[in-house]
């Protein structure tokens, strides 16, 4: 076996300082749940960042970075992106928020129907789940059904976390939730929409990042939501300007009746969107549907320098290749290692996988993203993002920390080649 190089702990006496501080006087430690240690590798990670610079970040206490996280996916550009920079400096002189609507309000969402194909109107929100909402609402008026379906994550709000604390449980027989995690789960999905879609207002899809796909299963779907009255939400906020120019309907050969947006929708600005026809989104207006801060300017403005930035320039194909290019190196690096890791999923968004059981992926995944950071490499133990600021030489730095890592973890008995390297074909 070949020797592991050292791999040295990290320095990270402020970030442990501020963590103490945040658990003191931040509910649940930080805004976002995604980016709390736990999640990650405790001791062995930082906790806080100070700054960034293209898709590399520096760390509170000095340490520097490949960023393959990128703000979970908003930073699809990078971080201070030239076009981002200049679309704030430009603008920010003339106000954050206006007491009326601002111009670039109908100069964005001109430009973004330009490149959502079906899109004829815009509403613009802050978050994700905000934009789920406002279409599962405009949904259930049109139908006049108060049923849904969820597929993925598509938020906290309480019709997708029925089953949390604090959500009435009343809440739970409104919401049918499906896994698309295997093939296998392909089928039940079918059954139930050509069975009981007729109940529903609509189908909330958010494609899953553990496979691919086909194209035939996501067209069926979708003419089956069709056939049977139920809208089909097609949840973008993640792939969206990440599979293609024009997100999932492009890559899939679809036309959803509604999309939402967001993350790479103002490159990590806050702003999200539902986009539709006309004679949908329309009848949003019918609605209590209302929000302070949809109409931010700086938001609005990176989003449009950003959506042009997509459409001018070869980032999505850069992003892509990329991410190709990390999926191959690093399979190839674990199959020879016998080591159960295997990227799955999109180029763009891989997805790292070390045992289809979540406990015993989350038990070597740990030690995993402990032992890259150590190396300069961010990295989530599941799903990460490629971005327009990565280069060949962040993708082959990273293969190669991969390599040490596994050895380091082999040795230290984290997982054993010999036993553990045939359950690898279950991660395909």
Not at 8 to 13: E, G, I, M
Not at 182 to 210: K, R
Not at 369 to 397: P, S
Request: hydrophobic letters at 45%.
């Amino acid at each position: 076996m070949t020797n592991t190089q050292t791999i040295s702990p990290l320095k990270l006496t402020e970030s442990h300082r501020l963590e103490a501080e945040a658990r003191q006087c931040i509910a649940g430690f930080t805004q976002t749940m995604m980016k709390k240690p736990e999640q990650f590798c405790q001791g062995r990670f930082p906790v806080y960042l100070a700054q960034g610079q293209g898709a590399e970040v520096t760390d509170v206490d000095g340490n520097h970075y490949i960023d393959f996280i990128c703000g979970l996916g908003a930073n699809a550009l990078g971080h201070n992106h030239p076009a981002v920079m200049d679309a704030i400096n430009s603008h920010l002189a003339k106000g954050l928020l206006h007491s009326l609507p601002g111009a670039l309000e109908v100069k964005t969402a001109k430009t973004l129907i330009d490149i959502i194909p079906g899109a004829e109107m815009v509403r613009f929100f802050k978050t994700g789940a905000d934009a789920n909402s406002a279409a599962v609402r405009l949904a259930r008026y049109v139908t006049q059904r108060d049923k849904i379906i969820t597929v993925g994550y598509n938020g906290w709000h309480d019709h997708y976390m029925f089953d949390t604390p604090g959500v009435p449980k009343t809440i739970a027989e409104l919401t049918t939730r499906f896994p698309l995690f295997a093939p296998t789960d392909e089928a039940p999905l079918l059954d139930f929409v050509q069975n009981h879609g007729s109940e529903h207002a609509a189908l909330l899809l958010s494609v899953p990042y553990t496979r691919e796909l086909s194209v035939a299963f996501v067209q069926q779907l979708c003419a089956l939501c069709r056939s049977q009255g139920l809208l089909f939400v097609l949840d973008e906020v993640v792939t969206g300007f990440r599979l293609a120019l024009g997100g999932a309907q492009e890559y899939f050969g679809i036309e959803a009746d509604l999309v939402t947006l967001s993350k790479g929708l103002a490159a990590g600005m806050p702003l999200s969107a539902v986009t539709g026809k006309r004679a949908l989104l329309s009848q949003m207006e019918a609605l209590q549907v209302s929000t302070t801060f949809g109409g931010e300017l700086l938001s609005l403005a990176v989003c449009n320098a950003a959506l042009n930035h997509y459409r001018r320039s070869q980032c999505l194909s850069h992003i892509a290749q990329l991410g190709a290019a990390l999926k191959e190196g690093v399979n190839a690096v674990a199959k020879e290692l016998g080591a159960p890791l295997k990227i799955v999923g999109y180029d763009a968004i891989p997805m790292f996988m070390f045992a289809p059981n979540p406990v015993e992926h989350a038990r070597i995944a740990a030690p995993f993203v402990g032992a890259m950071a150590e190396q300069g490499i961010l990295l989530r133990r599941d799903v990460n993002f490629i971005c327009a600021a990565h280069t060949v030489a962040h993708i082959e730095a990273t293969i190669a920390a991969v390599r040490n890592a596994l050895l380091q973890m082999q040795a230290n008995g984290v997982f054993d080649a010999a036993s553990i390297a045939p359950k690898t074909e279950a991660l395909a």
